[in-house]
């Protein structure tokens, strides 16, 4: 099956280009690998170049996923079946790192590739970090639940992970070790916890939930976040605050929610928090595969 | 066969969806579509579209 395509993309720090990643078919390995290609789209004229990054990965094109960080530095390539190689690209000269990818029977969810490595994402709950040469450097264990998602704060000093259960756990990243602490988990949504989202000056978090909230977190603590969202002319006031004074804003299927049909965000310790299930939902896996995580 | 993903400039002035064979740029106060790049069925080599 040919099943060429574009895979994932990001734009450029400067805004002005998108970088898209392709995948294709191999003719050269009869489909057991694919080609991967990086071109470059200017979306004024438009017009696509290539990069001259490129090389091939051995995974069908069928199977191949792939995700482009944000800033667009790096990628990550990998294969849907269980065993399949993962590699880490850095896309500022073609340069490939394969992932030490442990050996374990969970199942993985995907990967992310982020500005200083790459991170996986497992059905237990747990999320492997690695770093820009595919060694895996740490192993995180808050949620006890699928993790679907995880965003880096665009500064790089703290991320959040989601997963199902309604977890959203807030990470101190440490610039100089890049080693991240667990700092405060966040409670609001009521059902499994599906995408995150970091605005680019780095002080509003979004959270999307199956449970059709989407939450708007302010990062800064101050009060005069809360501007942003709900759009100029709703009203104006945060459907709940934290204790540690992280107002928030819900929605829900399109309406902005009632005071209170929301649990109010507050800081949570570890061990006081359970989440509401551990069964692994069919809708978000579907969502991880063809979708957030990488396109077949 | 495919899924897709997006993605948003710096400034948050575009979002550009990536699908099955291209990625579409739009313009995220207007919602028009900026650009079009569409991708030969079964090849990987890229070709610009139009608008």
Redesign the interface.
């Known amino acids: 099956m ?10 450029t ?3 002005r280009r ?1 970088l ?1 990643l ?4 191999d003719p050269a390995a009869r489909g057991f690998s694919s ?3 990086l ?1 470059s ?1 200017d ?6 170049d ?1 990069t001259g990054i490129g090389g091939t990965h051995a995974v069908p094109v ?1 199977e191949l996923a792939a ?2 960080s ?1 800033d667009a530095v790096g990628a990550v390539l990998w294969g849907f079946d269980a065993g399949a190689p993962a590699t880490r690209i850095d896309l500022t000269d073609g340069s490939q790192a394969a992932l030490a990818v442990p050996a374990r029977t969970v199942e993985s969810l995907g990967f992310l590739a982020l500005p200083a490595g790459a991170a996986q994402l497992w059905a237990d709950g747990t999320v492997t970090l690695y770093d820009r040469d595919g060694e895996a450097v740490q192993t995180l264990d808050a949620h006890q639940a699928p993790v679907r998602d995880l965003a880096l704060s665009p500064d790089g000093t703290w991320a959040v992970t989601v997963g199902d259960g309604g977890a959203v756990v807030l990470w101190d990243v440490d610039a100089p070790t890049g080693r991240w602490s667990q700092r405060e988990l966040l409670t609001g949504h009521r059902g499994d916890v599906v995408m995150a989202e970091i ?2 000056a780095g002080r509003q978090l979004v959270t999307a939930s199956l449970d059709d909230t989407v939450i708007a977190w302010d990062m800064t603590g101050d009060a005069g976040f809360g501007a942003l969202y709900p759009p100029t002319g709703s009203a104006g006031s945060p459907a709940s605050r934290s204790s540690s004074g992280r107002d928030c804003w819900s929605r829900r299927r399109g309406r902005r929610a009632a005071r209170g049909s929301i649990r109010r965000p507050r800081r949570t310790t570890r061990s006081a928090w359970r989440p509401r299930s551990s069964t692994p939902n069919r809708r978000a896996g579907r969502r991880d ?4 995580h ?3 | ?5 997006a ?8 979002v ?1 969806v ?6 579409t ?1 739009l313009d995220t106060r207007t919602r028009e579509v ?4 569409t ?1 030969p ?9 139009s ?1």
Do not use: N
């Open positions: 040919r099943s060429a395509g574009c895979r994932s993309g990001a734009f720090a400067d805004g998108v898209l392709l995948a294709s078919f080609r991967w290609q071109v789209v979306p004024d004229r438009p017009r696509a290539d069928h995700t482009v944000d605005d680019p595969r063809a979708g957030r990488g396109a077949r | 066969m495919f899924g897709s993903s993605a948003v400039s710096p400034d948050g002035s575009m550009a990536t699908w099955g064979l291209g990625a740029v900026i650009s079009q790049v991708l069925a079964g090849e990987g080599t890229p070709r610009p579209a608008t």
